[in-house]
């Protein structure tokens, strides 16, 4: 199993700044590629961004230039690092680990519990 802890929500004013951290744990080989999603009240989830072992990044067209996704293969951890923030970044933001090797497959893939993130004046 692998469990997957975020931290860094809360609330933040129109063009401030947030950082948020997933911190991956448990029985695992290796994460191919680690990610966060967002889900706003009513909406789908949806993919924010998402970086590979080697460092390649994919970003949602909505967050490009505003959002930076980092990653520490040796801690485990992923980052996501959120300028310009806009009241419609607030959702509730999701750590992702895709294809994760562990000793029973190679493609298992976990959530994280969420934490809120809110843009409010």
């Known amino acids: 199993q692998v469990q997957l802890v975020e931290s860094g929500g809360g609330l933040v004013q129109p063009g401030g700044s947030l950082r948020l951290s997933c911190a991956a744990s448990g029985s695992f080989f290796s994460i191919a590629v680690m990610g966060w999603y967002r889900q706003a009240p009513g909406k789908q989830r949806e993919l924010v961004a998402e970086?590979?072992?080697?460092?390649?990044?994919n970003y949602a067209d909505s967050v490009k230039g505003r959002f930076t996704i980092s990653r520490d293969n040796a801690k485990n951890t992923v980052y996501l690092q959120m300028s310009s923030l806009k009241p419609e970044d607030t959702a509730v933001y999701y750590c992702?680990?895709?294809?994760?090797?562990?000793?029973?497959?190679?493609?298992?893939?976990?959530w994280g519990q969420g934490t809120q993130v809110t843009v409010s004046s």
């Open positions: 970086i590979s072992t080697s460092g390649s990044t």
């Open positions: 992702n680990a895709d294809r994760v090797m562990t000793i029973l497959t190679s493609r298992g893939n976990y």
